[in-house]
C-alpha cells in the first residue's frame, strides 16, 4: 500500500512504474553482485544459475549432493562434465608479479637470421601487442620473409589475437566462427606488407595460437612446419567458485571455415634444418 498526504492522488499507473523500476534494480544488482558478499544460499544458488547458463548439469542434483558447498558443487560438475571443464586454483599475486605481467612482452625475440629475413618469437597476445609488433617493423628495413614462432605461445586474449591477425592479413570478413556466429578479422591500424610468412608450431600452442596460426595459412598463405599443436578449439568461460577457486568450462567452439583445429594444427611438414640452427 502506498502511503499519501491528505488529499493527495498517486496514480496507479505511476505507482506501478515505480515498483517495477524498483524491482529491476533489486533484480539488477543481484546479478552482479561478487558471490563473496553474498549470503550462503544466495550465493550457492547464483553460482548454479552461472554454470547452467554454460554447461548442461543437473542443477537440482548437484544441489542435493553438495547442500549449499560450492567447491563441492564444483568439483562434482567438473567429475560430471569431465575434460576440458576444470577447477583452478585463483592465484593473488603480489603487487610487484601485477607490474610485471602487465608489463610483460609479447615478443621475447626479433632477429635478423639472414638478408630480409626476421624471425620473431611471439609468446604470448599481452595488452601492447599490436604497439610492439609495429615498433619492432619500424626498427627493420625491407622484411622479405617473417619467421613467426608460437611454439612457446599456449593462448590468451581472442581479441588481441584477431588485432595481431589484421596485422598480417588485413581485414577479413567472417574469418572465424564462434558456435556458428561469425567474426570478422578487423581493419588493422596497419597492415604490414609481408612478401612471404612462415609460422613455427609444436605441443604448446594452444588455443588463440592455433588460430592465428590457421588464419595466416588460409588468409595470408603462411608455410606451417613444426609438430602437432594442442587442438584447443574452444573458448573458456569463467565462473567463481570462492575467493581461491574459480571453475573453467568450455563454452564457444572456435571453427575457421576450411581448416582443422581438432585434435591439433597439423603443420606442412617438420622444420626444415637450415631454419633449426637459428631457433632458441
Known amino acids: 500500500m502506498w502511503a499519501k498526504a491528505p488529499g493527495a492522488h498517486i496514480s496507479p499507473v505511476r505507482a506501478t512504474t515505480v515498483t517495477r523500476l524498483f524491482i529491476a534494480s533489486c533484480l539488477a544488482a543481484y546479478a552482479v553482485t561478487p558471490l563473496s558478499i553474498l549470503g550462503a544460499a544466495d550465493a550457492f544458488g547464483l553460482f548454479l544459475n552461472r554454470v547452467v547458463k554454460l554447461a548442461p548439469i543437473d542443477a537440482a542434483k548437484v544441489s542435493k549432493a553438495c547442500n549449499g558447498d560450492r567447491l563441492c558443487a564444483a568439483r562434482l560438475i567438473v567429475e560430471t562434465l569431465g575434460p576440458p571443464a576444470q ?25 635478423a637470421i639472414g638478408p630480409s629475413t626476421y624471425i620473431m618469437n611471439l609468446d604470448r597476445f599481452g595488452r601492447k601487442l599490436t604497439e610492439e609488433f609495429q615498433a619492432h617493423f619500424r626498427s627493420a628495413s625491407g622484411i622479405s620473409h617473417l619467421i613467426l614462432d ?16 589484421a596485422l598480417l592479413t588485413g581485414p577479413v570478413e567472417r574469418a572465424i566462427e564462434l558456435n556458428g556466429k561469425p ?49 584447443k578449439n574452444y573458448l573458456y568461460r569463467m565462473v567463481p567458485v570462492t575467493q581461491d577457486w574459480r571453475l573453467l568450462l568450455p563454452a564457444e567452439q572456435i571453427v575457421v571455415p576450411g581448416e582443422t583445429l581438432t585434435g591439433g594444427v597439423l603443420p606442412d611438414g617438420p622444420i626444415p634444418k637450415t631454419l633449426a640452427h637459428h631457433l632458441n
Open 87 to 111: 577447477l583452478e586454483a585463483v592465484t593473488h599475486p603480489d603487487t610487484d608479479s601485477i607490474r610485471r605481467v602487465t608489463s610483460q612482452s609479447s615478443i621475447s625475440d626479433f632477429r
Open 150 to 165: 608460437l611454439r612457446k605461445n599456449q593462448g590468451g586474449d581472442f581479441d588481441r589475437m584477431r588485432r595481431a591477425a
Open 183 to 231: 567474426v570478422d578479422i578487423p581493419p588493422p591500424t596497419q597492415q604490414l606488407a609481408i612478401p612471404r610468412l612462415t609460422v613455427l608450431i609444436g605441443p604448446r600452442t594452444a588455443s588463440s595460437a592455433e588460430i592465428l596460426t590457421v588464419l595466416l595459412r588460409k588468409y595470408a598463405d603462411a608455410d606451417i612446419f613444426g609438430t602437432r599443436s594442442v587442438g
